[in-house]
């Protein structure tokens, strides 16, 4: 089945510690994207990429980075710059064509919590 | 800049009775899309609807229906008869067309979300 993997589900992390959230797709999508949900919130966008090799900062970057070095796969990284990053991370993709029209697909999340 | 208001935190119905979620954006551009989600309980967030800024054409699929108005800017969504089912967090966004941060970014804004529980 095609469609978006999100790994681990759960995640904690240590202080002073990255830890990398993992994006799989099998939709042949051009475009990832990563956001943020706090409770309350809706998401907010904190890396894009439209094409391999490439990718643009949303709008809290700070303390995250990304990679993609593969069309399928979109990791995000939270650094320990990010002083607060208990959040609920979600991935999505969308195919190609005009960026602003497109529906973008959601992956289930990955829960993280700070220990 | 573009932005999307939900002004509803939460709203209960018991079952049955029809419920409507409202949406209010701002935008600068005159090409526009707008989206809604729902989230369900397990966090996967499933796309509902798109409508682009030129069709005002209000849209209905099954118990779900689109009232979109740009005189208003509002773009409202109604579940008739709900379900438990239909218990989860809905999303309104809004992207614009054109490139306003001339970083090549189209941004999907969010609204905070409504949080609909349907009481049985």
């Known amino acids: 089945d095609g469609g978006i993997t999100q790994s681990p589900k759960y995640l904690f992390r240590k202080e002073g510690q990255n830890v990398t959230l993992s994006c799989e797709q099998n939709l042949n999508h051009d475009a990832m994207y990563w956001y943020r949900q706090d409770p309350g919130q809706g998401l907010r966008l904190i890396y894009y990429?439209?094409?391999?090799?490439?990718?643009q900062k949303g709008d809290i970057a700070e303390g995250y980075s990304v990679s993609r070095e593969k069309k399928e796969s979109f990791p995000l990284t939270v650094t320990s710059a990010q002083k607060n990053p208990t959040a609920f991370y979600l991935c999505?993709?969308?195919?190609?064509?005009?960026?602003?029209?497109?529906?973008?697909?959601f992956g289930a999340g990955t829960r993280l919590s700070v220990l | 800049a573009q932005k999307v208001t939900q002004a509803q935190t939460e709203i209960s119905v018991v079952e049955k009775e029809d419920v409507t979620l409202d949406c209010v954006y701002e935008?600068?551009?005159?090409?526009?899309?707008l989206f809604w989600y729902k989230q369900p309980p397990s966090g996967e967030l499933v796309f509902l609807i798109r409508r682009n800024s030129f069709d005002e054409q209000n849209e209905i699929s099954g118990r779900y229906s689109w009232n979109f108005q740009k005189s208003t800017s509002s773009f409202n969504f109604t579940i008739t008869a709900s379900q438990v089912v239909d218990s989860a967090v809905y999303f309104c966004a809004l992207s614009e067309a054109r490139d306003y941060s001339g970083a090549g970014s189209y941004q999907l804004t969010f609204g905070k979300g409504t949080k609909l529980s349907v009481i049985p």
């Open positions: 935008t600068r551009d005159t090409t526009y899309y």
């Open positions: 990429s439209q094409i391999v090799n490439d990718f």
């Open positions: 999505a993709s969308s195919p190609p064509g005009h960026i602003a029209k497109n529906i973008q697909y």
